[in-house]
């Protein structure tokens, strides 16, 4: 009966729902940015602004999401997620509304975005993930990949709602409309499915008759000094210089070789289509195979597409080829990085943990893009850039692919339960 109660089947039969409500949650954390750019040109119109100054929104909020995400793990590992996700989601959407009083000066919209930051800090990666991973553990790298997919969702549908309701109420009232209907949509399900193992058979008031696996895990002290949990920290900083500054500037890069904008602009669309089945792919695999060796693929492989730029001949078919397989590659980053947390270090102080290495994840966002930049300023092109990322995705892929085998304690968890 142990085995059976451990199983894969047990564990989706018992919590089928949850990566699907989390998925919903996590897409909320990501609206805004994935609807930032159908903003910029009526912003940009209203206050004449630089695109440069509307952009500055992003350097604010990655440094307040840098600098209070650990603070929300500690949180989340003292009160549990749930407690966490719903205030929090309320306060991210009024957050969101709020963005539509932005006043003449760069200040106000400064501040706004500041406290977007201080509110989406609540609705970001850690908190969905520690409630999936202390419930699935046979199929917990499936689950993880279910819930990493609601960011491709807001990849697809965000921007066009957002062109919508801004044709039809301006980009004031756009902003307040879709923070309405993130709320309708997703706090209610949130509020009546989002539990966490520490709450099942408590908050929902339902029978315990099938156990609960216990939380167990290093403490945050022992953690941290662990060349494991330094070696993660690294590989992350690593990969996300190059990732986001490839995303950020992937369209000018396929532009810069000889494809018009809306050539490129369409080969960049598939990265959101690769971008799924990458997901899905990396969380099959690592409920199946050494999380260490599918993260070393997942970390080294974008060296591979930076390669391919690099040789880029201007071909729109070459452009959907590379799209599509660095979609595969932005697919599974944050996956394997969730996954390898709970795994190595167990989950009583995840949320703290997988915290500090999203809040690196927001330095590195401040850093890439605008390295890739300014490399691009001084020489004209791309390459140096793309030469420079290569060492850094392999460096990632290295250090992941050193992290050695799971703790004994959590590959048999389900066991003990």
Known sequence: M????GSAADEWRRGWSLPIVAALGYGLGNVFGHSFGVFVQ????EFGWTRGEISS??????????LFLPLVGRLIDRLGPRRIAIPGAIAYCCAIAALGLTGPSLLSWWGLWALVGIAAVTVQAPVWTSAVSSRFNRSRGTALAITFCGGAITTTFLPILGMYLIAELGWRGAYAAMAAICAVVVIPLVALAFYDARDVGESTGRSRAAPVRQITGEEIRTALRSRRFVRLAVASFCLMI?????LIHFVPILSSVGLTTAQAAGAASLIGIGSLLGRLLCGYLLDRISGSLVGAVAFGLPAAVAGALMLFDGGLGGAMAIAFLFGMCVG???????????????????GTLFGILVAIQNL??????PLAGILYDRTGGYDLFLAVAIPLFLTAALLVALLGPYPEAEEHQAEAA
């Open 242 to 246: 190059g990732i986001t500054a490839l």
């Open 57 to 66: 929104a992003f350097t604010v909020i990655s440094l307040v999401l840098a």
């Open 42 to 45: 009526p912003i940009e119109r």
């Open 2 to 5: 142990a085995r059976l109660e």
């Open 364 to 369: 590195a966002y401040a850093i890439g893009p």
């Open 332 to 350: 599974g980053e944050v996956d394997v990085l969730a996954y390898l947390t709970g795994r190595h270090f167990g989950l009583t102080s995840y």
